[in-house]
Structures are given as structure tokens and as C-alpha cells.
């Protein structure tokens, strides 16, 4: 099928049904800086916890088709990768090997790398890499006095940070009529992308420049840590990318392994390609949540809330992902009374480290986590008084008019509409229907949460460069940012920001995301930040654009710039009529380039789940979903609302089902393929609506925010709400509500 005159979105869709998507594994059928490539296999431990005694490589550097083996002596003077350390101060920062040497500490941290001829010969040749170890006692999940980890983090604590008012929360807690309190555990949860964790790499030795092309969310992100690795400027890298194939935080990073292979490309000079399995990725991939919140909520005689008190313990794993640390502490802080109008707060942060593959960031990053306890304490607080959710929440929610809003811990909420929200959502979702949807031998339980959570930000500041020509007889546009999608439609939502400034369809606009070679500021596509971030920079450089072009045009016209806009890729007067066609300015392209310093806007939303369990069984299911969502100004209705259906999957599927399950004693991980680690089905879900109930940000030129983690925040809240209320108040088994666990609490 031919192309031409196909906006780029839909082009793009059309690839990747067709099965024409270009991932890290097809390069090597590709020619091109990669052709010609050997092969990577890693050698993983098998231990938890373990001393290396010895590496015995002789073996395997002996056999047919093997190049090179690497261990952590040819990793000698390779440096650390970088950690944010943006919250408070005394963060112990252990430093990350790219092989192991003297000790391992987690499960398939590797060792040594074999690169070969084929795959086939590079895995034989791992095979026959003898490790000699030393098990040692592992610590294993959020508890004191466990095994030592790193030196310089004792007690396993590699930073504890404390915010907020702590004696005004204890005289609110001490006066208080009534204080609910609950303690949740959030499992460890695998991202599980489209194609496993792989890399390919090549090294130019005339210019000294490393070329790379993994799966990643953000060119200058890798390079980043690229540069602190190898101890050579950012321009040295070139990072490319194809499909993510989905990103959710985890890929938004360098690994061990990225630059192990970079190193062999060097050494060998020969381009490598590794391609992970899926239980590597299991293994050693940075996973998600691993979070225990313990909470206490305070109220009056009149069931108004005056004070919550936090305590939030991370589980890093053995070394500190770059903006875990960060993830685990600001995100919460951002949102740390959610919705409501409690004066006092205080939290007490613990990031620790065990004995297993890395934590970072995972859809929703901390919001998740702190928007379920406090609507957790809410429930809570709801069934004690005996009154409706919807009651309860009204009478302590932030009224509108109050906006922006100052929480306890600083953030500073810019809008939102939280009562005409849950009208909607209560309406909507036919709340008081619910007793004729009962039926016998089923619980049914409904649930809805009220949450907000921080979007946007990042370091610097956000570059889009935009050029103006003329291709075949009309203005055609081009767009460059440094945000990379992995599946949020940037191409369209972009061009929706910059066409109508100028006039032009959306045919005549397209995207270079991420381009290897680009030297524009700006952050990747993580944090709900890329509409915010490099959207509100495009379009500062098309209302640059739109300004010379009506002023050149204003010449023609004789009439003032402001008199004149642009439509139907004309420059028009006010009354329509045309001074001129654009294309007719473009002697010569024009270029503009957009820079915004990263804001901040706050999401909110009010969903409803309902969850029929078997009484026989405890198997649970979805019956009815909701979600009532506020993003600003919606630039791409369809692309938000896949956006909040994608996030609710996620967040269904953790309070269902999903967890990465370790031995409590080993440390050994049980889930390492898709036997073992439950994912939601498309067939799990019911045809669940999504709808707007928007308040612009006052606080971006465009008035967005962002949407990317609503959906996995109010799933994880809305659905758990649903399960406690199918259990009858009794106390909630431990995440995820699995059908055994539910089977025994309704036994219990």
C-alpha cells in the first residue's frame, strides 16, 4: 500500500500490524554499522549472595568460533553508573560492575561475557565458563538485620529521609475523634516489554565513538550514563533506538550489559550483537514497586481529616537504579495527602538494599503507592463512620476555587475539580445500581478512588526544533525533539500542537524523535512529561514560525502581523481571505527552535471497578470499570485514552495477579519465564469506559498534563478498593489478590 499523503501516526501503526516493526534483534539482518556482527552470551550467577573464587575461561576461549572472553579484570578502570541523588543528603551510592568480580549479589548478575561467531556457538561457549563460588546468606525483602549488602550502607539503609511536620501530625493524631491506620506491601512486578532486553554495538576507532542501539525512552538519557561508564563525553556515544516495545520506566536506562558489549566492540573490533531470552530479562531487568507504606489518618468529630503520618520502605535490590532513590521519595511527596485538604503530614523514607536485581522507576513510579494508601486509610475510615465513599471524600476533598494549592510537604497542586469529578464518575458508572447487578455465589464488590499524582518535570530544559520548507510544491514541516515515543503517539500529538499554528494538516508534519546525532537539551519520554516537556517547546518554535511567516506575509499586505493568521496552509487575513500560500514564503527553509524549562502539572481522576469473586473458588473478576480523568487540555482524545486504557491493564493485572515472587530464604526468583509470572489477558477485562472531566494547567502554555501513569494509579486503588468490599471489611490478604489467597481469607 502506498504511504504518500498517510499522516505519519497512521503510517506508523500500519508497520507495526503488518509486522514490520524494526527491533534490536533485526539488526542482524540489517546492513549498516552492525553487519558483519559477532555474537554476546553471558555467564550469570546462579547465587543470590556469593564470593567468586574463581573464573576459569580457558575452556571456552578454546572453542570453535569463540573471538573473546570477558571477565572483570578487562572491565579495569570502566566507572560507575550515575545516580540521581537529588533528596537530601547522605545517600550511599555502592558502585555497579559491568562484569562481577570478587562477589555477586544478585541472581543472574554476570560474570563474564563470550562473544563468538554465531549465537549458537557464543551459548555453548557460556556453558563451559567455570565459576567457582562461595555462597553467602542472602537478604532477602524489607527486613532489619539482614545480611550486609554494601559496606556503606549499614543496616542495609542506604538512605533515610524524613519530611514534613512531625509534632503538629502527633498533637493532631492526640486530639483527634477517630485514627485509621493500615500497612500495605507492594510486590516486586517484572515490565515484561515486547522484546527482551538486547543491544548491539559497534566502535569506530578513527573518531572514538561508540556506536549503540538498545531499546531505551531517551537518547540523551543513555548517554548519560554511557559517559560516566567510559569516562568520555555524552558526544561520543551515538544511541540508537527502533521499537521500544514498550517502556514503563525500566528502559529508560544503561545496563551491565549494554556496555559490556560496547566493551567487546572495542576490544575485538568487530561490531556485537546480544540478544537477551526472556528469563534474562526476568532475572535481570530493573523491576518494579518492592515498596512497603505503613499509614495513619486522623479526623475530627466531624469526619474531617487533619493529619496523616507516612512511613515508606523501598526495596532497591544490590545497586540503585539512576533515579530510584528519586522515584521512591519526590514522587510521594508530591502527592503525599492526595486529594484532600489535611493540614498536617509527615513521612519517614527508608531505601534499602537487598539481595536481589534492581528497583527503579515502573509505571507510576511512587504515585501509585501513595495514592493506594491513602485511599486505603479513606476505605478505612468510610466503613468505621458508615458512610458512602462518595460522601466521605466530598467533605474533605480540595474545593476548586482553592487551586493552586500548597500540600504540607510544598508541592503545589495547579488545578482540578475533584466534586465535579466524582459527580461524573458516581453518575457514570451507575453507582446506585449496584444492588440489582448482585447474583448467588458470587461476592460482588465495587470500589472507586479519588487520587492525583505530580506529571511532567525532568533536569533540563526541553529543546524542539522545527523546520519549515517546501517539498513538491507545498510547506511540509518537520519536527525534532529528543523525546522518544514507546507507543504514546508523539508523531500525531505533535503534529495536532504545531499544524494548527501554522496552518498546516497533519499530512504536512512529521516527527524525528531521539535522533542519534541530535544536539538538543531535553529529557526522554518518562514521568507523563512528554506532552508537557517537548510539546510546550514545539509549540514555542511554531509560534515563532507562525510570527516571521505572517510578518513577511504582513510586508506583501501591507497590514500588521497581528492582523493576519495563518489556516488551510495559507496566511489569511481576518477575514479569511488569502495573502498568500505559505509555500510561497519558503524561498528558503525556516527554522525555529523551542526551548521551555521543564514544569510540573498534577493529574487527577476518579475510577470505579466492581470485582465478582467466586465463593467456591476465590477467583476474581473485572465486571465493570470507569475512569474520569482530568489531562488539561486533551491535545490527542484517542492517544489519552489508550494511554489510560494501557495504565489500567498494569494496574489490574498487579492487584490480580502479578509478582515477582523470591524465596524468603534463598533469595532464588521463582518467576523467570511467563509459566510463572501472571500477565492479564486481553479476555480478563470487560469494555470499560474512559471519559474526560478536564481543568486546564495554569502552570504549561499548552494547559496539558500528563496522562501516561492515570490509568495503572486508579486501577491500583479503584480495583483494591472493589476486593476489600467484596471481603466484607475483612482484613485484605497480602498483593495480588490471587484466587488462593482470597479462597482463604473467605474461609478465615
Known amino acids: 500500500m502506498d504511504m504518500v499523503g498517510v499522516p505519519q501516526a497512521d503510517a506508523e501503526r500500519l508497520r507495526k500490524l503488518r509486522g514490520r516493526g524494526r527491533y534490536t534483534a533485526d539488526e542482524r539482518f540489517m546492513d549498516g554499522a552492525f553487519d558483519g556482527a559477532a555474537f554476546a552470551a553471558f555467564v550469570r550467577t546462579p547465587h543470590a549472595h556469593a564470593r567468586v573464587l574463581s573464573v576459569d575461561v580457558s575452556e571456552a576461549a578454546a572453542m570453535p568460533g569463540v573471538v573473546r572472553v570477558l571477565t572483570a579484570a578487562d572491565c579495569a578502570g570502566l566507572g560507575n553508573f550515575p545516580v540521581m541523588d537529588r533528596i537530601g543528603k547522605g545517600l550511599a551510592i555502592p558502585f555497579r560492575p559491568v562484569l562481577a568480580g570478587d562477589v555477586v549479589r544478585h541472581p543472574g548478575?554476570?560474570?563474564?561475557?563470550?562473544?563468538?561467531?554465531?549465537?549458537?556457538?557464543?551459548?555453548?561457549?557460556?556453558?563451559?565458563?567455570?565459576?567457582?563460588?562461595?555462597?553467602?546468606?542472602?537478604?532477602?525483602?524489607?527486613?532489619?538485620?539482614?545480611?550486609?549488602?554494601?559496606?556503606?550502607?549499614?543496616?542495609?539503609?542506604?538512605?533515610?529521609?524524613?519530611?514534613?511536620?512531625?509534632?503538629a501530625v502527633q498533637a493532631a493524631m492526640s486530639e483527634a475523634s477517630l485514627v485509621v491506620e493500615t500497612e500495605i506491601t507492594l510486590p516486586r512486578l517484572a515490565p515484561v516489554t515486547l522484546e527482551p532486553r538486547a543491544a548491539a554495538a559497534a566502535w569506530d576507532a578513527e573518531s572514538g565513538v561508540y556506536i549503540v542501539r538498545a531499546p531505551h525512552q531517551g537518547v540523551n538519557e543513555m548517554r548519560r550514563d554511557f559517559a560516566a561508564v567510559f569516562g568520555l563525553p555524552a558526544d561520543r556515544f551515538v544511541v540508537l533506538s527502533g521499537e521500544v516495545g514498550g517502556g514503563f520506566g525500566p528502559r529508560n536506562i544503561a545496563y551491565p550489559e549494554y556496555a559490556a558489549v560496547?566493551?567487546?566492540?572495542?576490544?575485538?573490533?568487530?561490531?556485537?550483537?546480544?540478544?537477551?531470552?526472556?528469563?534474562?530479562?526476568?532475572?535481570?531487568?530493573?523491576?518494579?514497586?518492592?515498596?512497603?507504606?505503613?499509614?495513619?489518618?486522623?479526623?475530627?468529630?466531624?469526619?474531617?481529616?487533619?493529619?496523616?503520618?507516612?512511613?515508606?520502605?523501598?526495596?532497591?535490590?544490590?545497586?540503585?537504579?539512576?533515579?530510584?532513590?528519586f522515584a521512591n521519595v519526590n514522587n510521594p511527596l508530591q502527592s503525599l495527602t492526595g486529594c484532600y485538604a489535611i493540614p498536617a503530614a509527615h513521612a519517614v523514607f527508608r531505601m534499602m538494599h537487598t539481595h536481589a536485581v534492581p528497583t527503579g522507576p515502573y509505571r507510576g513510579a511512587g504515585r501509585p503507592e501513595m495514592a493506594l494508601l491513602v485511599e486505603r486509610l479513606v476505605d478505612i475510615a468510610g466503613r468505621r463512620l458508615g458512610l458512602d465513599p462518595f460522601v466521605l471524600r466530598e467533605r474533605n476533598i480540595i474545593p476548586s476555587e482553592a487551586f493552586p494549592w500548597t500540600l504540607p510537604s510544598g508541592a503545589r497542586y495547579d488545578s482540578g475539580d475533584f466534586s465535579r469529578m466524582m459527580r461524573t464518575a458516581r453518575a457514570a458508572?451507575?453507582?446506585?445500581?449496584?444492588?440489582?447487578?448482585?447474583?448467588?455465589?458470587?461476592?460482588?464488590?465495587?470500589?472507586?478512588?479519588?487520587?492525583?499524582?505530580?506529571?511532567?518535570?525532568?533536569?533540563?530544559?526541553?529543546?524542539?526544533?522545527?523546520?519549515?520548507?517546501?517539498?513538491?510544491?507545498?510547506?511540509?514541516?518537520?519536527?525534532?525533539?529528543?523525546?522518544?515515543?514507546?507507543?504514546?503517539?508523539?508523531?500525531?500529538?505533535?503534529?495536532?500542537?504545531?499544524?494548527?499554528?501554522?496552518?498546516?494538516?497533519?499530512?504536512?508534519?512529521?516527527?524525528?524523535?531521539?535522533?542519534?546525532?541530535?544536539?538538543?537539551?531535553?529529557?526522554?519520554?518518562?514521568a507523563s512529561r512528554s506532552t508537557i516537556a517537548a510539546g510546550s517547546a514545539v509549540a514555542a518554535a511554531a509560534d515563532a514560525l507562525s510570527l516571521r511567516l505572517r510578518g513577511m506575509a504582513g510586508l506583501r499586505a501591507n497590514c500588521a502581523p497581528e492582523d493576519l493568521?495563518?489556516?488551510?496552509?495559507?496566511?489569511?487575513?481576518?477575514?479569511?481571505?488569502?495573502?498568500?500560500?505559505?509555500?510561497?514564503?519558503?524561498?528558503?527553509?525556516?527554522?525555529?527552535?523551542?526551548?521551555?524549562?521543564?514544569?510540573?502539572?498534577?493529574?487527577?481522576?476518579?475510577?470505579?471497578?466492581?470485582?465478582?469473586?467466586?465463593?467456591?473458588?476465590?477467583?476474581?473478576?473485572?465486571?465493570?470499570?470507569?475512569?474520569?480523568?482530568?489531562?488539561?487540555?486533551?491535545?490527542?482524545?484517542?492517544?489519552?485514552?489508550?494511554?489510560?486504557?494501557?495504565?489500567?491493564?498494569?494496574?489490574?493485572?498487579?492487584?490480580?495477579?502479578?509478582?515477582?515472587?523470591?524465596?524468603?530464604?534463598?533469595?532464588?526468583?521463582?518467576?523467570?519465564?511467563?509459566?510463572?509470572?501472571?500477565?492479564?489477558?486481553?479476555?480478563?477485562?470487560?469494555?470499560?469506559?474512559?471519559?474526560e472531566c478536564n481543568t486546564p494547567s495554569p502552570f504549561n502554555p499548552l494547559g496539558v498534563k500528563g496522562i501516561g501513569e492515570a490509568g495503572t494509579t486508579g486501577a491500583l486503588c479503584a480495583v483494591t478498593s472493589a476486593v476489600a468490599d467484596a471481603l466484607g471489611g475483612r482484613d485484605l490478604p497480602a498483593m495480588p489478590f490471587t484466587q488462593e489467597r482470597l479462597w482463604r481469607v473467605m474461609r478465615g
Do not use: K
Open 565 to 691: 493568521h495563518l489556516a488551510d496552509e495559507c496566511v489569511c487575513r481576518a477575514d479569511g481571505s488569502p495573502v498568500c500560500r505559505v509555500v510561497d514564503l519558503l524561498a528558503e527553509p525556516l527554522s525555529e527552535t523551542g526551548r521551555v524549562l521543564p514544569s510540573q502539572a498534577f493529574a487527577s481522576g476518579c475510577h470505579v471497578a466492581e470485582v465478582a469473586v467466586d465463593e467456591a473458588t476465590g477467583a476474581a473478576v473485572l465486571t465493570r470499570y470507569l475512569a474520569v480523568d482530568d489531562a488539561g487540555v486533551t491535545i490527542d482524545h484517542q492517544a489519552a485514552e489508550a494511554q489510560i486504557q494501557g495504565g489500567i491493564a498494569q494496574g489490574v493485572g498487579e492487584v490480580l495477579g502479578e509478582e515477582a515472587v523470591i524465596d524468603a530464604a534463598s533469595g532464588q526468583p521463582y518467576a523467570a519465564s511467563l509459566m510463572d509470572y501472571m500477565l492479564p489477558r486481553a479476555n480478563d477485562f470487560p469494555d470499560y469506559r474512559v471519559m
Open 109 to 167: 548478575e554476570a560474570v563474564a561475557c563470550v562473544i563468538a561467531e554465531t549465537q549458537a556457538a557464543a551459548l555453548d561457549a557460556a556453558e563451559a565458563v567455570l565459576v567457582d563460588y562461595e555462597a553467602l546468606p542472602a537478604a532477602v525483602g524489607l527486613v532489619d538485620g539482614a545480611p550486609l549488602v554494601h559496606p556503606g550502607a549499614p543496616g542495609n539503609v542506604a538512605l533515610r529521609h524524613e519530611a514534613g511536620d512531625a509534632d
Open 262 to 325: 560496547m566493551l567487546a566492540a572495542r576490544l575485538t573490533g568487530r561490531a556485537v550483537v546480544w540478544q537477551g531470552n526472556r528469563s534474562e530479562s526476568f532475572l535481570t531487568d530493573i523491576q518494579g514497586r518492592g515498596v512497603r507504606v505503613r499509614g495513619r489518618l486522623a479526623m475530627d468529630e466531624a469526619g474531617r481529616f487533619t493529619a496523616l503520618s507516612m512511613a515508606y520502605d523501598a526495596d532497591l535490590g544490590a545497586y540503585i537504579s539512576p533515579v530510584a532513590v
Open 429 to 526: 458508572s451507575d453507582w446506585e445500581g449496584y444492588a440489582v447487578r448482585q447474583a448467588p455465589g458470587v461476592r460482588l464488590g465495587r470500589g472507586m478512588a479519588l487520587f492525583i499524582e505530580v506529571s511532567g518535570g525532568g533536569g533540563a530544559p526541553d529543546d524542539a526544533a522545527l523546520t519549515l520548507s517546501a517539498v513538491d510544491g507545498r510547506a511540509a514541516l518537520r519536527i525534532e525533539t529528543v523525546t522518544a515515543s514507546s507507543g504514546q503517539s508523539h508523531a500525531r500529538t505533535f503534529a495536532l500542537v504545531a499544524g494548527p499554528r501554522l496552518g498546516l494538516p497533519e499530512v504536512s508534519v512529521s516527527l524525528i524523535a531521539s535522533d542519534p546525532a541530535t544536539g538538543l537539551s531535553g529529557a526522554g519520554s518518562y
